[in-house]
Nanobody, 123 residues
Framework: QVHLVESGGGLVQAGGSLRLSCAAS????????MAWFRQAPGKEREFVAA????????YYAGSLEGRFTISRDIAKNTVTLQMNSLKPEDTGVYYC????????????????WGQGTQVTVSS
């Protein structure tokens, strides 16, 4: 079983930045691809970004590329999401997920999930 723990969420003003981290432990597979999703109140969980297990390929939701950057540290088993120029519509719970497909933008493509970290962007 793989255990994912997200951190780095919080309250930030519009235009600000946050850096989210996801730490993996347990029966991790170095060939798992990782991703970030988010879920706003009353809305479905949506894809944000994914990174290939080799850490060299990334994929973004079209509207977020340029503001968000996903990366992973293979040795430390962590995945990071750098978020810049944040907007109120970026508010939501951000989840880290892992799975075998890349790129995969649907929730069902991922095998395990973290508990999420809250990001709130004030206007």
């Amino acid at each position: 079983q793989v255990h994912l723990v997200e951190s780095g969420g919080g309250l930030v003003q519009a235009g600000g930045s946050l850096r989210l981290s996801c730490a993996a432990s347990g029966r991790t597979d170095s060939r798992d691809n990782m991703a970030w999703f988010r879920q706003a109140p009353g809305k479905e969980r949506e894809f944000v970004a994914a990174v290939h297990w080799n850490a060299m390929m990334t994929y973004y939701a079209g509207s977020l590329e340029g503001r968000f950057t996903i990366s992973r540290d293979i040795a430390k088993n962590t995945v990071t999401l750098q978020m810049n120029s944040l907007k109120p519509e970026d508010t939501g719970v951000y989840y880290c997920a892992g799975g075998k497909k890349f790129p995969a933008v649907v929730v069902d493509s991922y095998d395990y999930w973290g508990q999420g970290t809250q990001v709130t962007v004030s206007s």
